[in-house]
């Protein structure tokens, strides 16, 4: 089993910054990426940004590309994601996901389906 507790959510006016955390524990051998995913009411959880476990590499969403960064503290066991420029637009509650599973293609680490192990949610609030 793995466990995932994410925070650092709050209210930001529109230009700001966040960084979210991501604390994983229990059986993180066994994890192959950790996601960073939002959903905002009345919509489906959308892909943000992962970060692969073996070769650290990274994937982002357009809509973030340039402005957020995912990034990992492997002693901690943390996975972060720095949020700059913070748009209205990017107000949703977010959740960090773990996968278990092995994909030679990144492209399926894009979908909420791929992760097994989820956080709690943290809000992200962001005011024009």
């Known amino acids: 089993q793995v466990q995932l507790r994410d925070s650092g959510g709050g209210l930001v006016q529109a230009g700001g910054s966040l960084r979210l955390s991501c604390a994983v524990s229990?059986?993180?051998?066994?994890?192959?990426?950790v996601g960073w995913f939002r959903q905002a009411p009345g919509q489906e959880r959308e892909f943000v940004a992962a970060i692969m476990r073996n070769s650290g590499s990274t994937y982002y969403a357009e809509s973030v590309e340039g402005r957020f960064t995912i990034s990992r503290d492997a002693a901690k066991n943390t996975v972060y994601l720095d949020m700059n420029i913070l748009k209205p637009e990017d107000t949703a509650t977010y959740y960090c996901?773990?996968?278990?599973?092995?994909?030679?293609?990144?492209?399926?680490?894009?979908?909420?389906?791929?992760?097994?192990?989820w956080g709690q949610g943290t809000q992200v609030t962001v005011s024009s």
């Open positions: 229990g059986r993180t051998f066994t994890t192959s990426a």
């Open positions: 996901g773990a996968s278990t599973l092995t994909y030679p293609n990144s492209r399926y680490y894009y979908a909420a389906r791929t992760y097994g192990y």
